[in-house]
C-alpha cells in the first residue's frame, strides 16, 4: 500500500500541456466573469449600495470597501489575466484567489455554488505547478516543464467529481424523483421559450424525464468522464446537460461555461498539447509573441520534483471536501427546510423556496409593538434572501435589536410572522412566533426555533 | 461501443418527438385562438375549469385584463371625474346644502372608481406617479390652506402630491369647517379662492387620468398584450407585481396597517383614507377588496357577471392535478377580509379610537393574504418579486 502511495506520489507523471491548458481557460473566464459582473452594474447594486451584508459565520470581520470595491474587483480582473498568461504565476493566482474570496465573504446574500467552486478552484491551483508550461514565466525563466507529478492534474479532476457527485445524489429525493419537484414548477413557467414552451415543457413526462435525467448525469458523469473509453462521449453530454441548464435558467450565469471548460481536463494530454499548439501559432501569426519562434526550441527542459507537502495539503483538502457536504447529517430536521449544513456542499438548483417575513419589534414591559418594514433596511434581492433561510432571520433579527436599542428603545424582544413554501407545497409557519430571536446566538448548533416542515421528503 | 453508449440518446429523443406530436393539435387550436380578440377570451373562460388543458394562453389572459379590465376601468373613473367637476362648478356656483350633498355624492362615487384604478400601476401611470397623486394621504391641510392663500403653487410638484387628490378634495368637501354651513361659506363669495382650488384640483385629476388612458392608446396595448413572456420586464410579470404590491402596500399598509399603528409606537387614526368625511373610509377598503377579487377572478369592470381568462384561471391550469386548490384558498381569504371589514365601524378612525384590536385582527387577516399571493401564488407561477438582477444557481 505504502509502495503504491509512493509510487503515485514520485514516479507517475502527466504532460504539462493539460495543467497549462486548464490555466489559460480557467483565467480567461474568470477574466470575463469579472468583466461581466463589473458591465451589469453588480459591484454597486450588490456590494456598494446596500446599507447592511449579511455575513458568513466566522467572518463578521470581511466588510465592504465603499468605492473602493471597484479597486478589488480591479485586481481580480488584472490577477486572473495573468493567471491566462502565467505571468508571475504563482502571486496571480494567490492574489485571484484572496480577492474573489474576499469578495465573496462580503455578503452571503449573494452566495452561488459556482463561486465556491472558483474559490475552492483557485485554492487548489495556488499549490499546482500550472505555469510550468506555455506560460509567460516559462519563456522569462527559459525553462519548460516536461512532465509533472500526474497528482497536481488529479487534484482537480477528483474535485470536479467531487461536485458532479454531490450535486447528484443531493438529487436522490422523494421531491425531486417522485414528484419532479422543483422542475416541474420552473419548467412550466418556460412557456415562453419557442417551439417547447407551450408543449414540451407544460408535459409532466418532461418533467419527470429532467428531474431523473439530471440526478443520473450528475451522479454517473465523473466516473465516465474518469474512464478513457466514455470520457469522450461524457463529454458530449457535459456540452448537453449544460447548454440545457443555461437554455432553460438563463439566470444560472456563467456556472454552464465554467464546467464545461473545466471538463475538459479529463481529455488526454495530446489533445491539450494540440490545442495549444494551435494556439502558439496562432500568437505567431499575430506576431504577439516577438520570439515566438524560439519559444519552442530554446527552452530548457525542467523537471518538477513532487512536493510532499503539497501533496499532503491537497490530500487533506479533498478529504475535506469529501466530508464537509456531509455535515447535513449531523442535524436533525430536514434540511431543506432548516437549510442547516445546506450551502457549500453542491446542492444546485435544487429546491424552489419562498417566504414573507415580518419582524416585531417588542418593549417587554410596557407590552407595545410594532411591524419593520424590512425595504427600510434592506435591498429586495436581500429581503428575498433573508425570508427563508434561518440564519440570515437570526442576524438581521440582531441586527435590527442593535439598531432600535441605539434609537433608545427599550426591554426589546424580537419577534418574527414568517411563512414559507418549499417545492410547491403550500406555505406554513417557518419560525416559532414566540420564540425572542434576541435570545439566540449564530452558531453551529441546532436552531431550534425552526418549526418542523409538515411534510417528509425522503432520501440522502 | 459508442452505438451502444447512444442508445438511451435515441430513446429520450424518441419521447420527446413523441410529445410533442401529441401537443401539435393543442398549438394549432393555440394559435388560432390569439388570432381572435376579445370573444376568445369569453369562449376560454367558459371551460376554464377543465383541467385536461395542455397549455394556459398568457395572451388572451393579458387582453382581458387590458379590454375589459383595466381601460374600461379608466373610462369609468374619468367619466366620473367629468361629473364631479360638473357638480362642483354647480355648487361653487351656488353652494348650499344640496349643491354640497350632490357634490359629496360623486365624489364618493368617484372616489370608489379610483379603488379600481389604483393596482394598475404601470405605463404612463407609473411614470407620473399617478397614484401618488390621486390617492397619497393625509393631506396636508396646512398646505392646502397655503395654497389656497397665496394662489401661487405649482399642483405638478411633488411636494404638492399630498395637497391634490381625493383627500384634498376630502378636506375641501368635508373638513373646512364645523359643519355644512361654514364650510358653504367658505365657498360663498364670489371669486373665493376655495371655489378656485376645488376645480383647480379636478382639473388637475381629469388631466392625469386623460393622459394615462392616453397612454393606453392602440400601440400601447398591443405591445402590452403581446408581452407574454416570463421575463422581469413582460406584462404579466410587471401587472401581477404591481397587483402583489398594492394589496401589500396599498391596501394593506394604506387602509388599515398604517392608522392602526402597525408601523409605529401608537396608533394613527388620523391616518385613514377619507379623514375628514367620518364615514367612507370602510367603504373605500372594501371597494378596493373588491376591486382586488375582480381582478383575480378576471370579472369584467363594467360588468361582474362576465370574466375571461384570468389569475385565478393561469393557477388553476398550473394545479390542475392538486385536490385543493390555492386559488380557493385565495378567494376564500378575500371573503374573509371582507366580512372582517364589515364588522368594523364606517368610520375605521373611530374603530381605532374605541377598539384598535378588532382593526389590528383585520391586519392580520389582510396580511394572510400577503402570504397566499407572495409566497404560494407567485411560487406556482415562478415569478421573482421586486425583480433582483442577480445570477442564480
Known amino acids: 500500500m505504502h509502495k503504491i502511495i509512493h509510487d503515485y506520489y514520485s514516479r507517475k507523471k502527466a504532460h504539462p500541456a493539460t495543467l497549462a491548458f486548464f490555466r489559460i481557460t480557467f483565467g480567461g473566464l474568470m477574466f470575463l466573469s469579472t468583466l461581466r459582473f463589473w458591465s451589469k452594474g453588480w459591484i454597486e447594486t450588490l456590494y456598494v449600495l446596500p446599507e447592511y451584508h449579511f455575513k458568513y459565520f466566522g467572518f463578521e470581520w470581511v466588510t465592504d470597501l465603499g468605492n473602493f470595491t471597484y479597486l478589488l ?137 429532467a428531474s431523473w435525467f439530471g440526478m443520473i448525469y ?81 527552452l530548457k527542459p525542467k523537471t518538477i520534483a513532487p512536493n510532499k507537502f503539497i501533496f499532503t495539503l491537497l490530500c487533506c483538502f479533498l478529504f475535506f471536501q469529501l466530508l464537509f457536504p456531509l455535515r447535513y447529517l449531523l442535524y436533525p430536521g430536514e434540511l431543506f427546510w432548516n437549510e442547516q449544513g445546506y450551502r457549500f456542499s453542491w446542492r444546485v438548483m435544487l429546491m424552489e423556496k419562498r417566504g414573507d417575513i415580518t419582524f416585531k419589534i417588542k418593549d417587554s414591559v410596557a407590552n407595545t409593538y410594532f411591524y419593520v418594514k424590512n425595504e427600510d433596511f434592506l435591498t429586495p434581492f436581500q429581503e428575498k434572501q433573508m425570508s427563508f433561510q434561518p440564519d440570515f432571520i437570526l442576524e438581521y433579527a440582531h441586527y435590527l435589536g442593535k439598531h432600535f436599542n441605539d434609537k433608545g ?5 424580537i419577534f418574527v410572522d414568517s411563512f414559507v413554501a418549499l417545492n410547491g407545497r403550500p406555505s406554513q409557519r417557518f419560525i416559532d412566533p414566540n420564540f425572542d430571536l434576541l435570545k439566540a446566538q449564530e452558531s453551529f448548533s441546532n436552531k431550534d426555533w425552526i418549526l418542523p416542515l409538515n411534510d417528509e421528503i425522503k432520501g440522502l | 461501443m459508442r452505438k451502444i453508449k447512444l442508445r438511451p440518446v435515441l430513446l429520450i429523443a424518441l419521447i420527446f418527438i413523441q410529445c410533442s406530436i401529441d401537443d401539435v393539435s393543442n398549438e394549432f387550436v393555440e394559435e388560432i385562438n390569439v388570432g381572435k380578440s376579445e370573444e376568445v377570451s369569453v369562449l376560454t373562460n367558459t371551460d376554464s375549469k377543465d383541467t385536461s388543458q395542455t397549455s394556459f394562453n398568457h395572451q388572451a389572459m393579458l387582453m382581458n385584463w387590458a379590454d375589459n379590465i383595466i381601460i374600461p376601468s379608466l373610462s369609468g373613473f374619468e367619466s366620473s371625474l367629468i361629473e364631479l367637476k360638473t357638480k362642483a362648478s354647480e355648487y361653487t356656483s351656488y353652494p348650499n346644502a344640496e349643491t354640497l350633498s350632490v357634490l359629496r355624492a360623486v365624489w364618493l362615487d368617484s372616489y370608489l372608481k379610483w ?59 368635508f373638513g373646512l369647517g364645523e359643519n355644512d354651513n ?95 368625511s367620518k364615514k367612507h373610509s370602510r367603504l373605500l377598503a372594501l371597494e378596493a377588496n373588491k376591486a382586488i377579487r ?22 388553476d391550469y398550473l394545479e390542475s392535478d392538486e385536490e385543493t386548490k390555492l386559488s380557493d384558498k385565495i378567494n376564500n381569504q378575500l371573503d374573509s377580509i371582507d366580512s372582517k371589514l364589515n364588522s368594523l365601524n364606517p368610520d375605521f378612525t373611530q374603530q381605532i379610537i374605541q377598539d384598535n384590536l378588532a382593526m389590528l385582527y383585520a391586519f392580520d387577516v389582510i396580511q394572510a393574504n400577503v402570504v397566499l399571493l407572495k409566497v404560494d401564488m407567485l411560487q406556482k407561477l415562478n415569478i421573482n418579486v421586486d425583480y433582483a438582477d442577480a445570477d442564480g444557481d
Open chain 1, 73 to 209: 474587483f480591479l485586481l481580480g480582473l488584472i490577477s486572473s489575466f495573468f493567471v491566462m498568461i502565467g505571468y508571475k504565476y504563482r502571486l496571480s493566482v494567490i492574489t485571484f484567489f484572496l480577492v474573489f474570496t474576499y469578495i465573496e465573504l462580503i455578503d452571503k446574500t449573494t452566495y452561488l455554488n459556482h463561486y465556491y467552486l472558483t474559490s475552492c478552484l483557485a485554492f487548489i491551483m495556488c499549490f499546482l505547478p500550472a505555469a510550468s508550461y506555455f506560460s509567460v514565466d516559462a519563456f522569462i525563466s527559459g525553462k519548460r516543464a516536461t512532465a509533472i507529478p500526474v497528482w497536481n492534474v488529479d487534484a482537480i479532476k477528483i474535485f470536479i467529481c467531487l461536485v458532479y457527485f454531490f450535486a447528484g445524489i443531493a438529487k436522490i429525493n422523494s421531491d425531486w424523483l417522485l414528484e419532479a419537484q422543483p422542475l416541474s414548477l420552473w419548467l412550466k413557467s418556460k412557456y415562453d421559450l419557442p417551439w417547447i414552451g407551450q408543449t414540451l415543457m407544460q408535459s409532466k413526462v418532461t418533467h419527470y424525464l
Open chain 1, 218 to 298: 450528475d451522479v454517473c458523469i465523473p466516473f465516465f468522464l474518469l474512464f478513457s473509453r466514455t470520457k469522450y462521449i461524457a463529454y458530449f453530454f457535459v456540452i448537453i446537460f449544460h447548454i440545457l441548464t443555461k437554455i432553460f435558467f438563463p439566470s444560472i450565469g456563467m456556472f454552464p461555461y465554467i464546467m464545461i471548460t473545466s471538463a475538459v481536463i479529463f481529455f488526454d494530454s495530446r489533445i491539450h498539447i494540440k490545442i495549444l499548439n494551435y494556439l502558439q501559432s496562432l500568437i505567431e501569426k499575430i506576431g504577439l509573441f516577438f520570439v515566438s519562434k524560439s519559444l519552442e526550441i530554446n
Open chain 1, 409 to 413: 428603545h427599550q426591554n426589546t424582544q
Open chain 2, 115 to 173: 379603488q379600481h384604478v389604483e393596482m394598475f400601476d404601470i405605463g404612463t401611470a407609473e411614470e407620473i406617479y399617478f397614484k401618488n397623486r390621486i390617492n397619497l394621504f393625509p393631506a396636508n391641510i396646512d398646505r392646502i390652506e397655503s395654497n389656497i392663500a397665496n394662489q401661487e403653487y405649482d399642483l405638478d410638484q411633488s411636494s404638492n402630491f399630498t395637497s391634490q387628490g381625493f383627500n384634498s378634495l376630502d378636506y375641501l368637501l
Open chain 2, 182 to 276: 361654514a364650510i358653504n361659506d367658505k365657498y360663498a363669495s364670489e371669486n373665493s379662492n376655495y371655489s378656485k382650488y376645488l376645480i383647480e384640483v379636478i382639473d388637475k385629476m381629469i388631466a392625469l387620468t386623460s393622459e394615462i388612458k392616453e397612454g393606453w392608446n392602440e400601440e400601447f396595448r398591443n405591445s402590452f398584450i403581446n408581452s407574454t413572456e416570463n421575463t422581469s420586464t413582460s406584462s404579466v410579470n410587471m401587472v401581477l407585481n404591481d397587483f402583489i404590491f398594492y394589496f401589500e402596500k396599498g391596501f394593506r399598509a394604506n387602509k388599515v396597517g398604517i392608522p392602526s399603528g402597525v408601523f409605529s409606537d401608537l396608533p394613527l387614526p388620523d391616518r385613514v383614507e377619507a379623514y375628514y
Open chain 2, 294 to 315: 375582480n381582478f383575480f377572478n378576471g370579472k369584467y369592470y363594467e360588468d361582474n357577471e362576465q370574466v375571461g381568462l384570468s389569475v385565478r384561471d393561469y393557477l
